[in-house]
């Protein structure tokens, strides 16, 4: 269980720093036997029970009892998945690390601005593809879209990691590995012992892009009535366990569903109008049955993205094999009511063509 930790403003000493609520949750599965690397995100918002403490969100959960409670909240969530090791990390170790590793490369998908005196909080990034540094990345992942409150900011986080990832682990940047693993102490509290982490840290330099995926909790946005007048993230039990069936336990990978009737957004990532809607007539004909148009991308593409919105990596490979184009990504960028999300590229148009 790997934590995020908002600042604490009033730390008296290097441990109170770690007590505050868990702006970001991650489930990591690291699986040697597939090379592959199973990265759940949990919601802030989600709601939960705390025991001791009723009803509330998840992120509150660390401040109650720290990482021993917040795994509990996990498993009980989950549905006894064991969680074996924790990591708490400040957001400045994730400034740091970004800096380190000269910064990361990601779309910013539209203007950002937003200014919160009260929380010394200035977000100002242009749309566009950016370099972002530590303190940009930060605001990246903090800025908070009306339309999609928190869920939004797991997104963007999912981006980042994916970015980074792909930064730390190039030629250029392994020798400077030791010196982050320095810099980085100072800024995380675990249970996992050096040896451990040499382990992971070699492990992560043989994942694929491709190999790592990411998933989000599933779940809707509650109505401002519901509940106690908070906004939470309402978990969807059953999907829940689809989830954690196929990805989190031993046997996972068995699921069942047909390709043909999962829900697949399609999104217009080209500047050819109706691309999107001559690509759900297509499916439609093929014989799938729940395919729908969501908002076009303002990132464009040459080569179209089959998003597994929920980890369905085999049904993404399914679709493209049987399209012949497009390449799978496995992460929670895509329509969140769907399970894959065709993201339209140029390609396309050229595979339209040929059919013609």
Request: hydrophobic share 35%; aromatic share 8%; glycine share 8%.
């Amino acid at each position: 269980l790997v934590m995020g930790i908002d600042r604490v403003l009033d730390a008296k000493n290097s441990d109170d720093v770690f007590k505050g609520r868990s702006d970001t949750m991650l489930l990591v599965r690291f699986d040697p036997s597939d090379k592959t690397v199973r990265m759940l995100s949990i919601p802030r918002d989600s709601r939960v029970r705390i025991p001791g403490h009723g009803f509330t969100k998840i992120n509150d959960a660390n401040v109650h009892g720290g990482p021993t409670l917040a795994a509990e909240v996990v498993t009980n969530t989950l549905g006894d998945v064991t969680v074996d090791r924790y990591v708490r990390v400040t957001t400045d170790a994730f400034k740091e690390l970004v800096d380190l590793v000269g910064g990361v490369e990601v779309y910013v998908p539209e203007r950002m601005y937003h200014k919160d005196v009260t929380q010394k909080l200035e977000i100002d990034l242009q749309e566009g593809w950016q370099n972002l540094n530590g303190d940009q990345a930060e605001q990246f992942a903090r800025f908070r879209n009306p339309q999609y409150g928190d869920i939004g900011r797991v997104q963007r986080q999912q981006i980042l990691l994916k970015a980074l990832q792909q930064k730390i682990f190039s030629p250029t940047i392994l020798p400077s590995l030791p010196k982050a693993v320095q810099v980085l102490q100072q800024y995380i509290d675990t249970n996992l012992s050096v040896e451990e982490m040499l382990a992971i840290a070699n492990f992560g330099r043989e994942i694929k892009q491709d190999d790592l995926r990411m998933i989000l909790l599933p779940g809707r946005f509650n109505n401002l009535e519901e509940y106690d007048g908070r906004s939470y993230w309402i978990l969807n039990r059953r999907e829940i366990r689809t989830i954690v069936a196929n990805n989190f336990t031993d046997n996972y990978g068995g699921g069942e569903t047909s390709v043909y009737s999962l829900r697949i957004a399609i999104q217009n990532a080209t500047h050819t109008k109706g691309l999107a809607r001559r690509t759900r007539n297509y499916l439609a004909k093929q014989g799938y049955t729940n395919v729908y148009i969501s908002d076009d991308s303002s990132q464009k593409l040459e080569t179209t993205a089959i998003i597994a919105q929920k980890g369905d990596v085999q049904s993404a490979n399914l679709l493209k094999n049987q399209l012949g184009i497009g390449k799978v990504e496995s992460s929670s960028t895509g329509a969140l009511d769907s399970d894959l999300t065709i993201r339209v590229g140029d390609d396309v148009s050229q595979f339209f063509d040929a059919q013609q």
